[in-house]
Nanobody
Framework: QVQLVESGGGLVQPGGSLKLSCEAS????????MGWYRQPPGGQRELVAL????????NIADSVKGRSAISTDNAKNTVYLQMNSLKPEDSAVYYC?????????WGQGTQVTVAS
């Protein structure tokens, strides 16, 4: 089983930057991909960015493309989401996701609020 610990959320002003981290532990050998989803207040959970661990291939949502980057540190079993030029509409709970050979595992979520 995989366990996830997220960090890096908080309050940031419009135009600012944040870096989210998600560290995986446990059965990390079973992980195919890692990434981030977000769920705004009253909204649905949506993909932000995903990265395949073996190939490094990424899938980044159009809403954040050009402003965000996803990366991994395989030695630390950690995935990062760097977000720049943040907008109020980026405010949401951000969830780390790992796709494993036995299914998806979600983190507990970290709040990102973009406001002046």
């Amino acid at each position: 089983q995989v366990q996830l610990v997220e960090s890096g959320g908080g309050l940031v002003q419009p135009g600012g930057s944040l870096k989210l981290s998600c560290e995986a532990s446990g059965s990390i050998f079973s992980i195919n991909a890692m990434g981030w989803y977000r769920q705004p207040p009253g909204g649905q959970r949506e993909l932000v960015a995903l990265i395949a661990l073996n190939s490094g291939a990424t899938n980044i949502a159009d809403s954040v493309k050009g402003r965000s980057a996803i990366s991994t540190d395989n030695a630390k079993n950690t995935v990062y989401l760097q977000m720049n030029s943040l907008k109020p509409e980026d405010s949401a709970v951000y969830y780390c996701l790992t796709n494993t050979i036995v299914g998806n595992v979600w983190g507990q979520g970290t709040q990102v609020t973009v406001a002046s």
